[in-house]
């Protein structure tokens, strides 16, 4: 499996800057430079329908919202911000109820920017798969008292995804 990595550009102005990436590109920015990603990609002899897009946060807001027009062979995100930080009243879930494109979503049950309870209650489209994290939180970390460990944690996400990607 190959992976390639790359960074919006508000986040390589900060890594160059050395100031806080804050506030991020808007989202029309971020989505042409996960187009061009999957172009050179594309030009490298990958192409989109064997590739998996996806990232962590608003990475994945991002590939979510251009998963179906590039269709990719799947997606994968990391805790997924369906709302504002412990605002489920600002959810963003509309494209998800109509997302062709198979998805694996691994999310921690307390994670700020989606709970279990909250995101259990929303109308997903059926290609859309979720791995629950216990007692994690938006970076997949429980407290000490879960009786779980950030390790476990990463060990599960990282069993999911290898499970999803090798099954499509």
Not at 68 to 83: K, L, R, T
Not at 89 to 99: G, P, R, V, W, Y
Request: with cysteine; net charge negative.
């Amino acid at each position: 499996m190959r992976v390639a990595r790359f960074d919006f550009p508000y986040m390589r102005r900060a890594m160059e800057t050395g100031k806080r990436p804050w506030p991020p590109d808007p989202e029309d920015v971020l989505a042409a430079a996960w187009v061009q990603v999957i172009q050179q990609l594309a030009g490298q002899g990958v192409p989109p329908n064997k590739l998996f897009i996806g990232g962590r946060s608003m990475g994945g807001r991002i590939a979510s919202y251009i998963a179906d027009a590039v269709e990719p062979a799947g997606m994968v995100c990391i805790s997924y911000p369906f709302h504002a930080p412990n605002n489920p009243s600002s959810a963003i879930t509309i494209h998800l109820q109509q997302m062709a494109t198979p998805t694996l979503i691994v999310q921690g049950e307390r994670d700020e920017y989606g709970t279990r309870d909250e995101v259990e209650a929303y109308d997903l489209s059926p290609s859309i798969e979720l791995c629950w994290i216990p007692d994690g939180n938006h970076g997949l970390v429980p407290r000490k008292r879960s009786g779980h460990t950030e390790q476990g944690n990463r060990e599960l996400a990282a069993e999911a995804i290898a499970e999803f990607v090798l099954g499509q």
